[in-house]
């Protein structure tokens, strides 16, 4: 009788410890200790950059992200909007831990005038990201004058963060 009843005192034990295990990996979402909902991935400082440049610079954009979910987030792709986006981002985001994504865009084929660009992540929770690029491209033609070469505009590397450009 004895045998039983610390036979079923264990398994009891061991089916809450389950049950709390499995409460736990099945949250969506995490609260504070202020209980306000804390979502998956979060987006450090801004989701949007604003970046004026002249056709033929290159922009990088630099978003950081940081991981707030129970367990690591493994990054299969990230879509973007338009074939002049090419992101960049790390295969693995570590619980708790803070990286960036990068959005490259190539202004040769972007025409005159604001643009907007778009990169879309998926969060652990389903919720779509969107890391937004927004700015102006401007024309500089070639100045030239009578017996002198061109002088031609040299494009520029711009680097932009969601804390400010570097």
């Not at 099945?26 to 949007?48: E, F, M, R, W, Y």
């Not at 991981?67 to 992101?87: E, F, G, K, R, S």
Request: aromatic letters at 6%; proline letters at 7%; glycine letters at 4%.
């Amino acid at each position: 009788m004895k045998i039983a009843k610390i036979y079923y005192a264990k398994f009891i034990a061991i089916a809450c410890v389950h049950l709390l295990f499995l409460n736990v990996q099945s949250q969506v979402v995490k609260s504070d200790v202020k209980g306000s909902k804390v979502v998956a991935l979060q987006i450090l400082n801004h989701d949007t950059i604003t970046v004026n440049a002249i056709n033929g610079d290159m922009i990088e954009a630099v978003f950081y992200v940081k991981n707030n979910w129970l367990d690591d987030h493994i990054m299969a792709q990230l879509q973007t909007d338009c074939h002049c986006v090419t992101p960049i981002f790390p295969p693995v985001l570590k619980r708790n831990q803070t990286d960036s994504i990068t959005l490259v865009i190539n202004t040769n084929n972007i025409p005159p005038g604001p643009f907007l660009k778009q990169g879309y992540l998926e969060s652990p929770d389903d919720k779509l990201i969107h890391l937004v690029v927004k700015g102006n491209i401007t024309v500089v033609k070639p100045i030239i004058k009578q017996g002198q070469p061109p002088i031609i505009y040299k494009p520029k590397h711009i680097r932009v963060t969601s804390k400010g450009k570097k």
